[in-house]
């Protein structure tokens, strides 16, 4: 079935780097973009960065932008995010999500159709 | 950026009850833009309602969407015990950033 599951939580310092996979299965990898949503304790949905496909077009929500990257191996249906210079406030659960673009009518409908079970990061 | 606000914050609804929640655009979207998430507790935001008014699938007719330009509204038709969670609206247009509004949540009681 399809599934995401990400790895590479845990517990980091201020200042410090993680990096953040996402194995993708079920599916075909290279024929979806993919995204990276954040949740912080008891708050809503983030959306942190999202590449193409084919990895030519990725970008961020200023808060991460100039410290976080994202990337993908298509050859080993892995989405990654590196997070440097962490900060406290970006301590969330991260997700991998896929997205979708598809006719609508005459319009384009876009949306994230599977998540997966998320990664814990805390920087404390 | 397109900022989406939710309304109300918190929904206290009984079982059957038929519930409403509202989510508005800073400015003017294209509907196949929106779409509706539901994440309950402890677990992964699940699609329900993309393009505004297309259910996800498997997703039980109860749930429907509708709406356009700035405000646009989730439906449940007959509340169920399970549909205790919170509610998301996204705006994914053509050029990032996406953005989520703050989500309403609904207790079942």
């Known amino acids: 079935q399809v599934q995401l599951v990400e790895s590479g939580g845990g517990v980091v310092q201020p200042g410090r780097s993680l990096r953040l996979s996402c194995a993708a299965s079920g599916f075909t990898f290279t024929s979806y973009g993919m995204h990276w949503v954040r949740q912080a304790p008891g708050k809503g949905l983030e959306w942190v960065a999202v590449?193409?496909?084919?990895?030519?077009?990725?970008y961020y929500a200023d808060s991460v932008k100039g410290r976080f990257t994202i990337s993908r191996d298509n050859s080993k249906n892995t989405l990654s995010l590196q997070m440097n210079s962490l900060r406290a406030e970006d301590t969330a659960v991260y997700y991998c999500a896929r997205s979708v673009s598809e006719p609508l009518g005459l319009a384009v409908a876009r949306y994230m159709d599977v998540w997966g079970k998320g990664a814990t990061v805390t920087v404390s | 950026e397109i900022v989406l606000t939710q309304s109300p914050g918190t929904l206290s609804l009984s079982p059957g009850e038929r519930a409403t929640f509202s989510c508005r655009a800073s400015?003017?979207?294209?509907?196949?833009?929106l779409a509706w998430y539901q994440q309950k507790p402890g677990q992964t935001p699940r699609l329900l309602i993309y393009?505004?008014?297309s259910r996800a699938t498997g997703i039980p007719d109860r749930f429907s969407g509708s709406g356009s330009g700035t405000d646009f509204t989730l439906t449940i038709s007959r509340l169920e015990p399970e549909d205790s969670a919170v509610y998301y609206c996204?705006?994914?247009?053509?050029?990032?950033?996406?953005?989520f509004g703050p989500g309403t949540k609904v207790d079942i009681k």
């Open positions: 393009g505004a008014s």
């Open positions: 590449i193409w496909f084919d990895g030519k077009n990725k």
């Open positions: 996204q705006h994914y247009g053509t050029s990032p950033p996406i953005t």
């Open positions: 400015q003017s979207v294209t509907s196949s833009s």
